[in-house]
């Protein structure tokens, strides 16, 4: 089985700042690992994943995020935070040895950008 | 090029009846996936659907059932409702040849 978790409810940022939402995972064999956003009343938004290959991916909207498998990482990061990035940020996980690619989420991180 | 679309957006029902949301895959996705998000939770997975029969199924009991029709689209069934199924269902939809899903916007359902 497989397991997020997002240890903060809720991350405060000043507008220009860089911003940081960590997430640990656990999962049998590699993982696959990504970052979605939700607005509002609305469904999930995918900014990036994390399959293989280099360990700092980069996504949508100026986000990356960095793969450290010996701490079982998967932090998110934007350099510099605007606004509009307030929002509810999910991490998830599956087990790429897991071919219906079923999600695990983590309870999701509050982003709250103060202008 | 339509995303995945849920319908309805809201619904309300009251215990003991059933409800049927409906989900149509993004353009080209044939796999589908259905996830339960209970308030300040992260989504659940319920199941998923691919070459119309489920392929994996969460901690969810039998009165959560789906169905997927030969234009990939696919229903969600629940039958005998709790006020505790309250919650945002959002479908998912991916080509099977691919990992990355992509969310509809949800149907919001409440039990009274």
């Known amino acids: 089985a497989q397991s997020v978790a997002q240890p903060e409810d809720q991350v405060n940022v000043a507008e220009g700042n860089p911003l940081t939402v960590k997430c640990t995972y656990s999962?049998?064999?590699?993982?696959?690992l990504f970052w979605y956003v939700q607005y509002p009343n609305r469904g999930l938004q995918f900014l990036l994943k994390?399959?293989?290959?280099?360990?700092l991916v980069k996504g949508s909207y100026g986000f990356e995020a960095e793969f450290n498998k010996s701490q079982t990482s998967f932090h998110l990061k934007k350099p510099s935070a605007l606004v509009s990035d307030s929002a509810l940020y999910f991490c998830?996980?599956?087990?790429?040895?897991?071919?219906?690619?079923?999600?695990?989420f983590g309870k999701g991180n509050q982003v709250v950008v103060i202008p | 090029d339509a995303g995945v679309t849920q319908s309805p957006t809201h619904l309300i029902k009251t215990r003991g009846q059933q409800v049927t949301l409906r989900c149509s895959p993004k353009?080209?996705?044939?796999?589908v996936s259905w996830y339960q998000q209970a308030l300040g939770q992260g989504p659940q997975f319920i199941f998923q659907?691919?070459?119309?029969?489920?392929?994996q199924r969460g901690n969810f009991p039998d009165r959560f059932s789906g169905h997927q029709f030969p234009n990939y689209s696919s229903e969600l069934n629940v039958n005998a409702l709790l006020l505790g199924d309250s919650a945002l269902y959002l479908c998912?939809?991916?080509?099977?040849?691919?990992?990355?899903?992509?969310f509809g916007p949800g149907t919001r359902l409440t039990v009274l």
């Open positions: 999962v049998s064999g590699n993982p696959y």
């Open positions: 659907y691919y070459e119309e029969e489920e392929r």
């Open positions: 998830a996980v599956s087990a790429a040895e897991d071919g219906n690619n079923r999600l695990a």
């Open positions: 353009s080209g996705h044939d796999t």
């Open positions: 994390y399959i293989t290959g280099d360990n």
């Open positions: 998912a939809s991916r080509f099977s040849g691919v990992v990355e899903q992509f």
